[in-house]
């Protein structure tokens, strides 16, 4: 067992579970795969810990319809090349990828609820990309995430983002929100990211934006750009602020027309 390098379980209507510490002690794995397994909907507490694998490591989940990862199902893994997870209806519980030492890239779909602190004690991650998905992101949800090159959320549908959704964050490259429906972003949604690159807001379209500081702060470096935002009473606040700090956010054209429209109702009430 010690020196199996692939297990791929394909077209496997029985598989419903995936016990405890199932693939503890293979060190020479390189590649996990699950390939229409009906039966398989939820990933158990420590399910893919103790592995200890020394190259790294694929784990796919294809045509499975994954609904839950509970906390800590991966538990200590290390030297994960690629996980890829297409969920349906994925809800992903608090802890579900805590305590891993450096995955490369982190890719999940079918995501329909978030819990906080899904990343609590994990480093070292590439990219990590969340696309079609329908999800709320409240408080705390990436707390304790570090070392991370680009976090990416794109074709997804998000109707808010709370405060300090993004809080707890350490060391992240680039945040990155493209080609979403976004319902509200809080003020101070991207608030206590220590040491972020840069936040880029890319070709979404936006509900509202509570205040100015949902995306500007002087410690953010942030980019926006093809925006589509609806027009509305809530943001009149961009009346007031000054068209350069827009401009300086790179092409915010949209956005500095709104800021003028909203100028010239206002002096006509």
Known sequence: MEKLIRIEFENNPNLGI??????????????????????????????????????????????????????????????????????????????????????DFLTISGVVLIEPEIFTNSTRFHVIHVKNSQFDIPPNTFSSLSHTSHFLIEHSKIPSIAPDAFSGLTTIQVIELHACQIGTISARAFANVENLGELKILRNTIGDLDTSESIMSKSLKTRMEENTLECNCGMKWMASVEYNCFISFDSLIRQVEMSQNFKRSTKKE
């Open 18 to 103: 995936i016990e405890k510490l199932a693939f503890k002690g293979l060190k020479k794995i390189r590649l996990i795969r699950f390939f229409n397994c009906p039966s398989l909907t939820e990933l158990q507490k420590n399910a893919f810990s103790g592995i200890q694998n020394q190259m790294g490591l694929k784990i796919h989940f294809e045509k499975t319809p994954i609904h839950r990862i509970d906390g800590h199902t991966f538990r200590n893994a290390q030297n994960i090349r690629e996980l890829i997870i297409s969920g349906e209806e994925l809800a992903l519980s608090r802890h579900c990828f805590a305590n891993i030492n450096q995955l």
